[in-house]
């Protein structure tokens, strides 16, 4: 076996245990609250949010950090390094008895939360440009999985078990992520050529900033986890309207995993199509099919309607992240991908808070359903901004790199 295929089966099934421990803590994070103390539901509600919340923050901060460190020292350490450092926090996790203590570790867990992005930079840089989006899209196969599973095996560990053991076990699922990392990855090492050097933070940040395509691609990232996220607050409210049967957390579970399977089961084909016909143009094609069939998502009369749209809805959207991450590794040049991509990552992350926000704001003044509309007209922009985009001169992005260190020389 290759030492590119090994890497690939070992990310792609480390990926899906960080993924499942990531997300296994969702369906009895009010629930743990709980056992804090005597609260009210308005305190436990809280801090459920600010607490699932509070990962992606850091983690926004450090992304682009991590990047940049991985350019310059290789990506199999900073795996080693989230990977450790996740299994330690989720053990911490099992022993805390106040959410302040709670909020804190899962704050300070967000420094070391980027695994999953660092593996598709990691697979990325060892990839030919013209088999990013296939090799891509598989490997989100790892992840998607993890977090469709993760939350129903987070509950029932949490049920057989209790939350102490929950934790225990799913830092020891990650622990044995960090050693298969450790021991089974070998990392090839970029060759560097005489051009190559070190362009600062500064000038990297005005290139994306001043690159249309690099741009409007990290804004489209923002715009699908917000799209994702800020529904998934208030499905199991809206699945409660649709339906009179008493298992609404098991049906909103079933709702929410719908988009989950669309996404495992043609993810791999967008990012095969985007290799063969152009990324621009595929992703123009997935924005489009997303807001088609997010709109009638409003409009649903019945649970099985809501659930088959999403299984289609998540079949448009389980393309966008192996595409945009292909865009990204064909434009930034090979000794920076890791922290262009850290910014992408960050755009992700900043969708993942802003998300849950923007859904319960609207809602609250305009009704659930109003959510889907106003999310839907999101990902419309993102398809006016990139044909507008994809009708300008294309530019390099090494040559706005120049250009901006020589307009700001550091």
Known sequence: MSIQKRNFIIILVTNFLVAGTMTMIMPFLSLYIETFGDHSDAFVQKWAGLIFGATFVSAFIMSPIWGRIGDKYGFKPILMINAFGISVFMFMMGFVDDVYTFFILRLVMGIVTGFIPTSLAFISAQTEKGQAGKTLGTLQMGSVSGTLFGPALGGLLADSFGFELAFIISSAAIFIAALLVTFGIKEQKKEKKNR???????????????????????????????????????????????????????????????????????????????????????????????????????????????????????????????????????????????????????????????????????????????????????????????????????????????????????
């Open 196 to 410: 190559d050097h070190v362009y600062s933070r500064n000038t990297i940040v005005r290139s994306i900033l001043n690159h249309r395509l690099m741009l409007n691609v990290m804004i489209i990232t923002a715009l699908i986890q917000i799209g994702n996220f800020s529904i998934q607050p208030l499905l199991s409210l809206y699945v409660a309207e649709l339906t009179q049967a008493d298992q609404v957390a098991f049906l909103a579970g079933l709702t929410f995993s719908a988009a989950g399977v669309g996404n495992l089961l043609f993810a791999r084909m967008w990012g095969q199509l985007g290799d063969n016909y152009g990324y621009e143009r595929v992703l123009t094609v997935l924005l489009l099919l997303t807001f088609v069939f997010m709109i009638p998502q409003a409009l649903v009369t019945d649970l099985w309607q809501l659930i088959i749209l999403r299984l289609l809805f998540g079949i448009s959207i389980g393309g966008l992240i192996p595409i945009t991450t292909a865009l990204i590794r064909r434009e930034a040049p090979v000794d920076i991908q890791g922290e262009v991509l850290g910014y992408n990552t960050s755009f992700r992350f900043f969708g993942n808070i802003i998300g849950p926000m923007f859904g319960g704001i609207v809602s609250g003044f305009i009704g659930i359903s109003s959510v889907f509309y106003v999310t839907a007209s999101l990902f419309l922009i993102a398809v006016v901004s990139l044909y507008f985009t994809r009708k300008k001169p294309s530019e390099d992005f090494e040559d706005v790199l120049e250009r901006q260190e020589m307009l700001h020389p550091h």
